[in-house]
């Protein structure tokens, strides 16, 4: 680990004012560094056996995320990772993986929200992890690009709240890493969420898009003019083209082509003339998911 004695780069302190607004103006000696090297795993015990006292500002930029960390005499007395803070928050922030670390020696309050002693929150933090892995092992590999799976008229699958609202990010853009990441609640808990989207048939690894070669679309309005994807897909939209060739001509997202698509049908501002069997079979009208009461 490296303690520095340089004041902090234009761009550092910035960040660091942003975080922090009560930073003061005076020489600061910060120990920084990135969490792939130093975790919080191993950068807390290190806190806690030097006794500091002050700041740790953490960042990450995939998702873009910056969180504190208050320290008192080596003992962690409050964290915050918008919107969590507390307990709630320290325990995300030990599972980050990357990103980088500021610490900054300054006064912090004696006491605080966080009730974790530090090696019951590690030993919560490595059964978690163990957890995890178990998922894991039974889902597609990290780098794999989840893509939703339109079967309007599968049965209708009863999903958990966090499921329906994972399901929403699903768009055959983000991949499972990134699913796992991207949102302020354990990796763990968004792995049983995606367990659950692939149970239900749901999710899949693979695009689902073959049928739209079978409708063709033809507008019913002029588009606007404003260059938006409505724009495009209408202007495209002349009663020759399947969606498939629609999505191909305007080198459009094919997800979010076909969420525009199917909001301009819905609208009467496209109509069908050729599969519409096809349309209702697959998208209409939505998958009907019943949550939990």
């Known amino acids: 680990m490296t303690n520095t004695h340089r004041k902090p780069s234009g761009n550092e302190t910035s960040r660091i004012r942003k975080l922090i607004p009560d930073l003061p103006t005076a020489r600061i000696t910060p120990i920084q560094g990135s969490l792939v090297d130093y975790p919080l795993a191993e950068l807390l015990p290190f806190l806690q056996q030097t006794r500091k006292t ?22 962690v007395v ?8 507390g307990d709630d928050a320290l325990l995300i922030l030990v599972g980050w993986r990357h990103g980088r670390f500021l610490f900054l020696p300054g006064p ?40 939703p799976l339109h ?41 049983v969420a995606l367990q659950e989207l692939f149970d239900a048939g749901l999710i899949a690894t693979h695009p689902d898009t073959d049928f739209l070669a079978y409708i063709t679309v033809r507008r019913r309005v002029d588009p606007p003019g404003d260059g938006s994807l409505t724009d495009v897909l209408l202007g495209l939209a002349d009663g020759s083209r399947t969606l498939a060739a629609i999505a191909g001509d305007g080198e459009l997202p094919v997800e979010e082509m076909l969420c525009c698509a199917i909001s301009l049908i819905e609208d009467h501002w496209l109509e069908i003339t050729t599969g519409e069997d096809e349309y209702l079979d697959r998208l209409a009208p939505e998958i009907p998911l019943r949550l939990p009461g």
């Open 108 to 147: 912090t309050p004696e006491e605080g929200p966080i009730t974790w002693q530090l090696p019951g929150l590690l030993l919560e933090h490595a059964r978690r992890t163990d957890e995890l892995q178990r998922i894991l092992g039974d889902l597609p590999t990290g780098d794999a690009i989840l893509h």
């Open 78 to 85: 409050d964290a915050r990772c918008a919107p969590l803070a």
């Open 54 to 75: 002050g700041q740790l500002a953490l960042e990450r930029g995939e998702p873009a995320q910056v969180a504190t960390i208050l320290v008192h005499e080596g003992r």
């Open 151 to 191: 079967q309007a008229r599968l049965p209708t699958p009863t999903l958990s709240r966090r499921a329906w609202n994972l399901l929403t990010q699903i768009n055959g853009q983000r991949s499972l890493t990134e699913l796992l990441e991207g949102f302020n609640c354990p990796a763990m808990t968004v792995a």
